[in-house]
């Protein structure tokens, strides 16, 4: 064989390995890319955060997209669709899986009535059996407590809140799933049948609960959600609020004279507040104004008795004489 020959068989055998290389390469380029498309066919579309979204507020399409996953979280939403004017109970924070947790209809929050607000009572195993009342129930509210005078001293059971309703008792909260009853034990291996209660109190009349949660030892008891008879607030004294309204003034910057009548929202009256002293109590202010005997007419001088001050401590209603 002649060089010529040689040299040209030499190149046609290294053009053979280059077609075989760049066929090598093509087939694992085409490979890889079955392999992404398929990866990209198993991931899963799911709705996307575009920002944070605050609880409370509805959400708008802006606020949302779609994207595709490996992985796709429990309670995710795949339509947009599905999540336009929902409110979430918690902040999604930007860039987030929006799942169906945000929106949970068992939240306590979604559960209060415009008007109203949910209190949190403080009870004691002793006065409640909380193991008994679940959340949808309704309940009235007692206080017990101590009126002490110098002459004599009693304890005053009063009901404070007529039907309240139950939001949630331990871990059970109105309108969700029931949750398994948890058993837990105090330091000497005892049951604890004190669990948390939340009820739905109109928001005037926070205040009186709170003081009567302050002043004494609450206690609920378990009422039937038909009966409606309540108590006729308008035959007993009102309580006043700490806040009077701002004097009302004409066109001129005058003080009008009389002054028309100030009609208090809810949230007015919540935000006035109420003090201890104004509210009917056995021995306070509106009780002993309520209950001031009159004045003999003076037949003749008579020794000067001393004046005696009524000092509440701790719930306690007590009188001494004035120094």
Do not use: C, H
């Amino acid at each position: 064989m002649s060089g010529k020959t040689k040299i040209f068989a030499l190149l046609l055998l290294g053009v053979g390995l280059i077609f075989m290389i760049m066929a090598f390469l093509s087939g694992q380029n085409i490979q890889e890319g079955e392999q992404a498309i398929k990866k990209e066919l198993e991931r899963f579309p799911i709705v996307i955060s575009t920002t944070e979204i605050p609880f409370g507020q509805p959400v708008t399409p802006e606020m949302l997209k779609v994207e595709n996953v490996a992985i796709a979280p429990g309670g995710a939403f795949t339509d947009i669709g599905d999540v336009i004017g929902k409110k979430p109970q918690f902040n999604i924070g930007k860039g987030l899986p929006v799942t169906q947790q945000y929106f949970e209809a068992g939240a306590v929050a979604s559960e209060v009535r415009e008007g109203y607000r949910a209190f949190a009572l403080r009870l004691d195993e002793n006065n409640s059996d909380t193991g008994r009342i679940k959340a949808g129930d309704y309940v009235d509210v007692f206080s017990l407590f101590q009126a002490n005078t110098r002459e004599i001293e009693q304890t005053i059971s009063r009901l404070i809140m007529p039907k309240l309703r139950v939001l949630s008792v331990g871990d059970q909260i109105v309108n969700a799933p029931e949750a398994a009853a948890t058993e837990e034990k105090d330091i000497n291996n005892r049951q604890v049948r004190l669990r948390a209660m939340m009820v739905e109190v109109p928001t005037a009349d926070v205040n009186t609960l709170a003081i009567a949660q302050k002043q004494g030892e609450l206690f609920v008891v378990l009422r039937n959600a038909e009966e409606e008879e309540v108590p006729d607030m308008a035959k007993y004294p009102q309580a006043e609020n700490v806040l009077k309204p701002v004097p009302v003034k004409g066109a001129d910057g005058k003080v009008l004279n009389p002054q028309p009548k100030v009609e208090l929202t809810a949230s007015d009256k919540a935000f006035a507040g109420m003090s201890l002293e104004s509210t009917v109590l056995p021995g306070s202010k509106m009780m002993k104004d309520s209950k001031k005997p009159t004045q003999a007419p003076q037949q003749g001088a008579k020794p000067v008795e001393p004046t005696t001050v009524e000092i509440i401590r701790g719930g306690e209603t007590t009188r001494e004489s004035a120094r």
